[in-house]
C-alpha cells in the first residue's frame, strides 16, 4: 500500500522548494509530481501536429519520495504516514501522531 497518492497534499522537507506545500498530481514508482513544486524549464521544439507551440515551458519535475510528507491539516505540519489493518482485513492510511485516519 503506497503512503502517498495522487489527490494527496504534501509539503517538501528537504531541498531547494523545502517548506512548500502541493497536491500529488502522479505517482511513479519511488517519485511523485507535485503541482507548482519543483518547477525546471525545458526548451521544446514546435509540434504542429499536436499544435504545440515551441519556446520555454515551465513544468514540474519528479520528487523523490522520501522528501516530501503527507500534510496533517489537524497539526498544520507535515506528518509520518502508517498502516492500520482493520477487522474485516482492509488496510487504513493513519497519520502517526495522531492515529485518526487520512482517507476516511
Known amino acids: 500500500m503506497n503512503r502517498i ?3 494527496d497534499q504534501v509539503v517538501v522537507i528537504t531541498g531547494k522548494n523545502k517548506g512548500q506545500k502541493g ?3 502522479r505517482v511513479a514508482g ?3 509530481v507535485v503541482s507548482n513544486v519543483n518547477l ?3 526548451h ?3 509540434n504542429p501536429q499536436a499544435n504545440q ?3 520555454i515551458v515551465e513544468k514540474e519535475a519528479p520528487i523523490h519520495v522520501s522528501n516530501v510528507m503527507i500534510f496533517n491539516p489537524a497539526a498544520g505540519k507535515g506528518d509520518r504516514v502508517g498502516i492500520k489493518v482493520l477487522e474485516d482485513g482492509r488496510k487504513l492510511r493513519v497519520f502517526r501522531s495522531s ?3 487520512i482517507d476516511a
Do not use: L, N
Open 5 to 7: 497518492r495522487k489527490g
Open 23 to 25: 497536491e500529488v498530481v
Open 30 to 32: 519511488d517519485k511523485v
Open 40 to 42: 525546471v524549464k525545458r
Open 44 to 46: 521544446t521544439k514546435p
Open 53 to 55: 507551440a515551441g519556446g
Open 99 to 101: 492515529g485518526e485516519a
